[in-house]
T-cell receptor, first 113, second 115 residues
Framework: AQSVTQLDSQVPVFEEAPVELRCNYS??????LFWYVQYPNQGLQLLLK??????LVKSINGFEAEFNKSQTSFHLRKPSVHISDTAEYFC???????????FGKGTRLHILP | GAGVSQSPRYKVAKRGQDVALRCDPI?????LFWYQQALGQGPEFLTY????????KSGLPSDRFFAERPEGSVSTLKIQRTQQEDSAVYLC?????????????FGDGTRLSIL
C-alpha cells in the first residue's frame, strides 16, 4: 500500500528566506508524485508534479521539487519565500495518472514578516 | 471554461439527518473522485467514477455513504443518518481521459458541519 509522510505539520520561515518542506513516500511500485497547495478557504491547486523524465520539476511561482528514488523523497523547496506563499502544502502520490491520490497530512507554511 | 463546481459551499445539519452534496465536474472529464478532508488532515479518498460507472468505493467509511453519477457528468454524494464524525470538507475532483497526463482538478469543497 502507498503512503505519504510529511514530518512537519508547521514550518515558520522569515520572508525572503529559503524553505524546504519534506515529503517521503512508500510504495512497492512506480508512482507519480504531486505537490498541491491550499490557500485559506480555497480548494486544492496543483503546484507541480513528477510523472517521468527529469527528476527536478519546477512551478511557475518559484517552487521546485526533486524526485529521489533511492531516498523515496519528493521535498519541496523555494529559495526565497513571499508572504503570499502562506498556505498549506500537501504532498501526494498515485499509482497511475488517473488513479486515486494518496495525500500526506499537510504542512502549514507560516511566513514571518 | 469553468472549473469543478461544488454545492452547497457550506452545509449544517443536525445529527441523524440525511445530506446530499453535489459536484459538477469540468465538462467532458471522464473521471470523477470524491475525497473527505477532516480538520487538520489531508484529503482521504472516498470513491471514484469513470463516466457513470463507480469503479472504486473502497474509501467510503460506512454504508451510510452513497455516491452516484447516473449520466456520467454530475455526481451526488449522499450521507444518511449523519453523525458528528462526518463533519469535514468534502472535495470533488475530475480529470480528463484515461490517457491524459493531466492530474486531477479540485473543486473548492463543501464544508459539512454536523451538530
Amino acid at each position: 500500500a502507498q503512503s505519504v509522510t510529511q514530518l512537519d505539520s508547521q514550518v515558520p520561515v522569515f520572508e525572503e528566506a529559503p524553505v524546504e518542506l519534506r515529503c517521503n513516500y512508500s510504495s512497492s511500485v512506480s508512482v507519480y508524485l504531486f505537490w498541491y497547495v491550499q490557500y485559506p478557504n480555497q480548494g486544492l491547486q496543483l503546484l507541480l508534479k513528477y510523472l517521468s523524465g527529469s527528476t527536478l520539476v519546477k512551478s511557475i511561482n518559484g517552487f521546485e521539487a526533486e524526485f529521489n528514488k533511492s531516498q523515496t523523497s519528493f521535498h519541496l523547496r523555494k529559495p526565497s519565500v513571499h508572504i503570499s506563499d502562506t498556505a498549506e502544502y500537501f504532498c501526494a502520490v498515485s499509482m497511475n495518472r488517473d488513479d486515486k491520490i494518496i495525500f500526506g497530512k499537510g504542512t502549514r507554511l507560516h511566513i514571518l514578516p | 471554461g469553468a472549473g469543478v463546481s461544488q454545492s452547497p459551499r457550506y452545509k449544517v445539519a443536525k445529527r441523524g439527518q440525511d445530506v446530499a452534496l453535489r459536484c459538477d465536474p469540468i465538462s467532458g472529464h471522464v473521471s470523477l473522485f470524491w475525497y473527505q478532508q477532516a480538520l487538520g488532515q489531508g484529503p482521504e479518498f472516498l470513491t471514484y467514477f469513470q463516466n457513470e460507472a463507480q469503479l472504486d468505493k473502497s474509501g467510503l467509511p460506512s454504508d451510510r455513504f452513497f455516491a452516484e453519477r447516473p449520466e456520467g457528468s454530475v455526481s451526488t454524494l449522499k450521507i444518511q443518518r449523519t453523525q458528528q464524525e462526518d463533519s469535514a470538507v468534502y472535495l470533488c475532483a475530475s480529470s480528463p481521459t484515461l490517457a491524459s497526463q493531466r492530474p486531477q482538478h479540485f473543486g473548492d469543497g463543501t464544508r459539512l458541519s454536523i451538530l
